[in-house]
T-cell receptor, first 112, second 113 residues
Framework: GESVGLHLPTLSVQEGDNSIINCAYSNSASDYFIWYKQESGKGPQFIID?????DKRQGQRVTVLLNKTVKHLSLQIAATQPGDSAVYFC???????????FGRGTSLIVHP | KAGVTQTPRYLIKTRGQQVTLSCSPISGHRSVSWYQQTPGQGLQFLFEYFSETQRNKGNFPGRFSGRQFSNSRSEMNVSTLELGDSALYLCASSLGQGGQPQHFGDGTRLSIL
């Protein structure tokens, strides 16, 4: 995966706003993408995934968008809550591989 | 369904010692992967076991080793510990087929003095 520096990209939002977290992936052969949320002191938690034959997938309050043309992935969180504060990681997986490659995380801070 | 369980949660060791970390995967999951997470390097893949065999390996020295038992539980061993081995070690399990997400435990925080 990519290296994550000491200072993660940070997104600060107000409670109730919609949040958009972006991720650029590197391998055009990747066909499976996953978003994880990692809260302080915990392991990454699976949020939502999408396969390359789709460009949008919705979950509860979350939507993932995939743009294969520019190799871009985004996670949209609706009505962001303080409990959404965490580091969010995207991961890509190449067809035939069992191991995801993790991108650098983004720290989401939600202000009450 | 119980999640991935890692033990112990915290460990303090000194340089030169060795350590063994344990991971119990989600019931029915046959693949177990290990990662090292540090602030400077992010999530780095160590190795993956599937049906007691190492199926994938990352770029870590031979001091890092692992194994998987017939019940899919896995252990990771680090010998001759160095200060730079201080990290959060995460275990993740999955069904082991492509296109399936890994599910992580809360990790073992290893501190080397």
């Amino acid at each position: 995966g990519e290296s994550v520096g000491l200072h993660l990209p940070t997104l600060s939002v107000q409670e109730g706003d919609n949040s958009i977290i972006n991720c650029a992936y590197s391998n055009s052969a990747s066909d499976y993408f996953i978003w994880y949320k990692q809260e302080s002191g915990k392991g990454p938690q699976f949020i939502i995934d999408i396969r390359s034959n789709m460009d949008k997938r919705q979950g509860q309050r979350v939507t993932v968008l995939l743009n294969k043309t520019v190799k871009h992935l985004s996670l949209q969180i609706a009505a962001t809550q303080p409990g959404d504060s965490a580091v969010y990681f995207c991961a890509e997986q190449k067809g035939g591989s069992y191991i995801p490659t993790f991108g650098r995380g983004t720290s989401l801070i939600v202000h009450p | 369904k119980a999640g991935v369980t890692q033990t112990p949660r915290y460990l303090i060791k000194t340089r030169g010692q060795q350590v063994t970390l344990s991971c119990s995967p989600i019931s029915g999951h046959r693949s177990v992967s290990w990662y090292q997470q540090t602030p400077g390097q992010g999530l780095q893949f160590l190795f993956e076991y599937f049906s007691e065999t190492q199926r994938n390996k990352g770029n870590f020295p031979g001091r890092f080793s692992g194994r998987q038992f017939s019940n899919s539980r896995s252990e990771m061993n680090v010998s001759t510990l160095e200060l730079g081995d201080s990290a959060l070690y995460l275990c993740a399990s999955s069904l082991g087929q492509g296109g399936q997400p890994q599910h992580f435990g809360d990790g073992t925080r290893l501190s080397i003095l």
